[in-house]
């Protein structure tokens, strides 16, 4: 797939911060994706983006689609202890025969202190 | 619980061997996918069948093949098997064809020695 920068490679957070986390790629997506995977369980989509600028929210999550369609945003608002997690960004580019392609970044790692 | 379930749970082989992963969709989907998840490749999408028919491709290895069965589901080969394959390997499925809309499973822990 195509290959995802995702930075930061890992945080150590103050609990009540705003954290921001970013991907970048050098190919184009139709559609970005950010997923929370807790310790021994699956990714679950915490966000999905489907237009270039579009600004989603859920909850204290908020995430951007950017202009370029290379690119993509987290922020966590006043986090809290149950953020502890790896995030990961996912691009998805289909094309003219309807074949999804998704590229996964490689996570980052949130630990909040109490 | 995301209502998707993968069995087994752990898996410890030996190189050369050949295992099968099993998946069954939630309730309702007609989609499956497979992804890989090891330490240095990250989180690798491997293939997506809907509805029986292999809908689409990502980093699927030659020794590797799956299957969609007609009550939707799905089984993981994975043949000759050599110590990079060790990896957490997850399945998902969703309603539709639309990957965004898909909910992961527990996953199978994979552990060739």
């Known amino acids: 797939g195509q290959q995802l920068n995702q930075s930061p490679q890992s945080m150590f957070i103050q609990e009540g911060e705003d954290v921001s986390m970013n991907c970048t790629s050098s190919?184009?997506?139709?559609?970005w994706l950010w997923y929370k995977q807790d310790p021994g369980e699956g990714p679950v989509l915490l966000i999905a983006l489907y237009k270039a600028g579009e600004l989603t929210s859920n909850g204290r999550l908020t995430a951007q689609f950017g202009i370029t369609r290379k690119d993509s945003f987290l922020n966590i608002s006043a986090s809290i202890p149950s953020d502890v997690g790896i995030y990961f960004c996912a691009g998805q580019l289909s094309d003219v025969d309807n074949d999804y392609k998704l590229s996964f970044g490689a996570g980052t790692t949130v630990t909040v202190r109490a | 619980d995301s209502g998707v379930t993968q069995t087994p749970k752990h898996l410890i082989t030996a190189t050369g061997q050949r295992v099968t992963l099993r998946c069954s969709p939630r309730s309702g989907d007609l989609s499956v996918y497979w992804y890989q998840q090891s330490l240095d490749q990250g989180l690798q999408f491997l293939i997506q069948?809907?509805?029986?028919?292999?809908?689409a491709k990502g980093n699927i290895l030659e020794r590797f093949s799956a299957q969609q069965f007609p009550d939707l589901h799905s089984e993981l080969n994975l043949s000759s098997l050599e110590l990079g394959d060790s990896a957490l390997y997850f399945c998902?499925?969703?309603?539709?064809?639309?990957?965004?809309?898909?909910?992961f499973g527990p996953g199978t822990r994979l552990l060739v020695l």
């Open positions: 998902a499925s969703s309603v539709g064809s639309r990957m965004e809309t898909q909910y």
């Open positions: 069948y809907y509805n029986g028919e292999e809908r």
């Open positions: 190919s184009i997506f139709n559609t």
